[in-house]
């Protein structure tokens, strides 16, 4: 639902608009690079027994580039975001250089007389296969990675590929019918401009991850993958959530303009980032960045955060390829620590499951995976692991103020389980004579409906309480938070949801525990008056957002934001909320390029 641009299409050319959903900000022009469609066209054809020694040399030299092309990507991926995400791609290398794994590919070519493309393809997807049926986690979760290589080696070999994306001497516009969290986090951002993609929501974790890399981005654009051809001029807007293919002259002179426009007034805002979050009336508001990687905190400290809210610590999983050890996950708290500098970081267990631990990986794949066993839930089930993450926050907690904070819990048996888990672990350790933390609150997540609702019980059993909107809205209005076929029915401006933020905030206030919010509305300036009038003081969100969210905040006053929300609370459609915020924001809105970012 961004703003409405009104480009009309020019009937006598061949521009083309998409709207889509704008998930990540700012307006790109540039190449389309269409991503993951070599495997669509594998060449079946056979070769003479002559050519089989050119088939051999073409699929060895392709597995070679591929694992060239890995080396680079991991070494940019330590330099960019640390030595964690880089894991994956050196794991990658290992499976590549294996010898199993070629052999039977060159049997293929010499005994079938195929090209190496079948050979490749046919190999690849009977290791698969063979992981997948193993019913066990380990090799499951190898069958993505073997999809992911024979894609690699594929595009090598058929010319055009993700792989050619390293080797490109401009950047490109990315458009792709699906990407997953990592490959997103993979990007290398002087080689891609933007992205587009077909499907993806608001916050699906695609989304959350092109804000957190800041890249342009724009998804749920259903057929964008379908229309658009290699080499073709397109403009991403991920304000507006316009993808224009083709576009005319004029259209292009008006996002050249706009462009220099939203790049001035964002670094314009860069520069109010060193501003205490104060409103005008003297309340002090805590802004928090959410984080995926440790290497993202001097982005919070640039932008003006006074810590983390949340750290999403499941990436430190999705991107390793494995089960992290406990020191993996200490090292990486470590790096935290040091990072901020004294400031508070709150680690949030593993939220697996769901879009976060692809159906391919998963144990058994679940029909309703959003419902199903993830976050906590999962923790609970896989205890061995559970603990090991905890006994690394712990021990990381000695050397820095943490906070542990446990996701989607959704009845009080689980929070009191977990807790009891901490304790158990806390003792080991001190058994163990190992160095620990000793004053780390505990708390959970506010996101499933249950939980809001009985925020009163809840408040007694932690220090404090965060509500992650972006599950509580999908759950609380059964809408798929990354469908964009629904994605018209996923709002915050919902009152259901709004109603269930202030019995949150006011469970905790009662008990006098913290509360936060670190949703994706606590970055989405049409929602900052609203919130800060419902109680909120500490918001958590994509660090490049904080700027902006300040100087609301230091534009208003807490009596103003408290008449706002009474007056919110008396309406019955989220469209009458929307309606009514925007027209609050707009008035207090300095001139930015288009207005801010609306919901
Ligand atoms: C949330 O659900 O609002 C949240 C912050 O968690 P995540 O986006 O990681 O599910
Ligand atoms: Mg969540």
């Given at each position: 639902m961004g703003d409405d641009l009104s480009i009309d299409q020019d009937p006598g050319l061949p521009m083309e608009t998409i709207r889509g959903i704008p998930v990540s900000s700012g307006i790109v022009i540039g190449r389309v690079f269409r991503l993951g469609e070599a495997e669509q066209r594998v060449p079946h054809r056979r070769i003479e027994s002559g050519e089989v020694d050119r088939e051999i040399e073409r699929m060895e030299t392709a597995f070679e580039e591929a694992i060239a092309d890995l080396e680079a990507l991991r070494d940019r991926t330590r330099v960019q975001l640390g030595a964690e995400p880089a894991k994956i791609f050196e794991f990658h290398v290992g499976l590549l250089r294996d010898p199993s794994l070629r052999k039977p590919i060159r049997t293929r070519i010499e005994t079938d007389l195929v090209v190496a493309e079948w050979a490749v393809a046919d190999e690849f997807r009977a290791v698969a296969d063979r992981f997948a049926a193993m019913g066990n986690e380990v090799f499951a979760q190898k069958t993505a990675d073997i999809i992911d290589l024979d894609r690699r080696v594929l595009d090598r070999l058929m010319g055009e590929n993700t792989s050619r994306l390293a080797t490109l001497e401009e950047p490109v516009i990315i458009v792709a019918h699906e990407l997953t969290p990592s490959q997103t986090a993979g990007m290398d951002r002087t080689k891609v401009l933007g992205f587009a993609t077909d499907l993806g929501g608001r916050t699906s974790h695609v989304s959350i991850v092109a804000k957190a890399v800041d890249i342009p981005a724009v998804v749920g654009c259903q057929r964008i993958s379908r229309i658009a051809e290699n080499g073709d001029l397109v403009i991403v807007d991920g304000d507006g959530g316009t993808v224009i293919l083709d576009p005319t002259d004029e259209i292009l002179a008006d996002y050249r303009a706009r462009q220099t426009r939203v790049t001035s007034y964002r670094a314009e805002l860069r520069r109010s980032a060193?501003?205490?979050?104060?409103?005008?009336?003297?309340s002090s508001i805590s802004l928090l960045g959410n984080i995926e990687f440790p290497d993202e905190i001097p982005s919070v400290l640039d932008n003006?955060?006074?810590?983390?809210?949340?750290?999403?610590?499941?990436f430190l999983y999705l991107t390793s390829g494995h089960e992290p050890s406990e020191d993996d996950h200490y090292q990486a708290y470590r790096t935290a620590i040091s990072h901020l500098g004294g400031r508070p970081l709150t680690i949030r267990t593993q939220d697996l499951g769901?879009?976060?631990?692809?159906q391919t990986q998963a144990e058994e794949p679940e029909r309703n995976p959003f419902l199903g066993c993830r976050s906590i839930r999962y923790s609970l089930l896989h205890l061995p692991e559970f603990k090991t993450q905890l006994r690394a926050i712990l021990r990381a907690a000695a050397a820095g103020p943490v906070k542990v904070m446990f996701p989607?819990?959704?009845?009080v048996m689980e929070i009191r389980q977990a807790k009891m888990l901490l304790a158990d672990v806390a003792e080991e350790l001190d058994e163990e004579g190992v160095e620990r933390g000793r004053d780390v609150s505990i708390g959970m997540m506010v996101e499933v409906p249950s939980a809001a609702l009985m925020a009163r019980a809840f408040s007694s059993e932690v220090d404090f309480f965060s509500i992650g909107t972006n599950d509580l809205i999908q759950y609380t209005l059964a809408v798929d938070r990354g469908n964009e076929r629904v994605a018209n029915l996923?709002?915050?401006?919902?009152p259901a949801v709004i109603q269930l933020v202030k019995n949150v905030v006011r469970a905790a206030r009662r008990r006098e525990i913290e509360v936060s919010l670190c949703g994706e509305l606590a970055g989405e300036p049409i929602y900052t008056m609203l919130l800060l009038g419902l109680g909120l003081r500490t918001l958590s969100m994509v660090p490049t957002q904080i700027p902006l969210i300040k100087t609301v905040i230091r534009a208003v006053t807490i009596d103003h934001c408290e008449r706002i929300a009474r007056k919110v609370g008396t309406f019955d459609s989220e469209r009458q909320v929307l309606n009514y915020l925007r027209d609050e924001l707009r008035k207090i809105d300095p001139g930015s390029p288009g207005g801010w970012t609306a919901d």
């Open positions: 060193g501003l205490e979050a104060i409103t005008v009336d003297g003006g955060g006074a810590g983390v809210g949340l750290y999403r610590t499941e769901a879009d976060k631990y692809t989607l819990v959704s009845t996923y709002t915050g401006a919902s």
